[in-house]
């Protein structure tokens, strides 16, 4: 009997039929871990990739005097750790679980083995992996180029996703998280939320922000 149940539901691989994401879950064990749980340190050895069962971590960098910069917050159907298997490196950042987390967590053996047995486990990983050197591209040229205003903008842009006629960005960030990602102050980004908000570029539903239209031309 497989470790554990993954369906199409969980878009990881999203070129990849649900029986070959059935063979991948395989190929893993599940794992539960609580809130607050620091998964990968930055600049460790590991030799695990995880699958994002329930709940969500943060994707982060530090420094020795503890600031953060925020990279990413991932859920359901996510998944990180390939990088460090692939090229043998040290991890290139921090996760941790902002809540209870269950993970399908394989190991470099399981996920070489996966590789090789399975070509198109293989392709679709590629894919997705180029899909996140061009958000970072992006990410990159939006930091180096916009205001704090525009950085905002553009983050907030990019988080979201189309939902009934209108675009969601579903995890619960605090104005500190979107400080961390923009690198301004939490009290400058706290205020262009206000502007955004009263402006009517932006609300809040149900601890979630909503993007109703769009933003203005010239942030």
């Not at 070129?15 to 794992?31: C, K, M, N, T």
């Not at 749980?37 to 699958?51: A, R």
């Not at 960030?173 to 009517?200: C, F, P, W, Y």
Request: glycine share 8%.
């Amino acid at each position: 009997m497989s470790a554990l149940k993954m369906t199409s539901e969980f878009p990881i691989f999203p070129e990849l039929s649900p029986d070959d994401i059935q063979f991948v879950a395989d190929y893993g064990v599940r794992r539960t871990y609580p809130k607050n749980s620091i998964l990968v340190s930055e600049g460790d050895p590991s030799d695990l990739f995880y699958i994002i069962l329930s709940g969500k971590v943060k994707v982060f960098l530090s420094d020795d005097k503890g600031k953060e910069v925020l990279l990413s917050i991932q859920g359901e159907g996510e998944y990180f750790g390939e990088l460090a298997l692939i090229d043998e490196a040290p991890r290139s950042a921090s996760v941790m679980t902002l809540e209870t987390c269950q993970m399908a967590v394989v190991s470099r053996a399981g996920f070489e083995r996966c590789l090789e047995e399975h070509p198109e486990f293989a392709m679709g990983l590629i894919r997705s992996l180029v899909k996140r050197i061009r958000s970072l591209t992006e990410q990159v040229k939006g930091l180096a180029l916009l205001d704090v205003y525009g950085r905002v903008a553009n983050t907030l842009l990019h988080m979201a996703t189309a939902q009934d006629g209108k675009m969601v960005i579903d995890q619960r960030l605090t104005h500190q998280d979107i400080a961390n990602m923009v690198g301004a102050s939490r009290e400058m980004v706290s205020r262009i939320m206000k502007d955004l908000s009263t402006g009517g570029y932006i609300r809040i539903e149900d601890r979630r922000i909503v993007i109703p239209g769009k933003f203005p031309a010239s942030w």
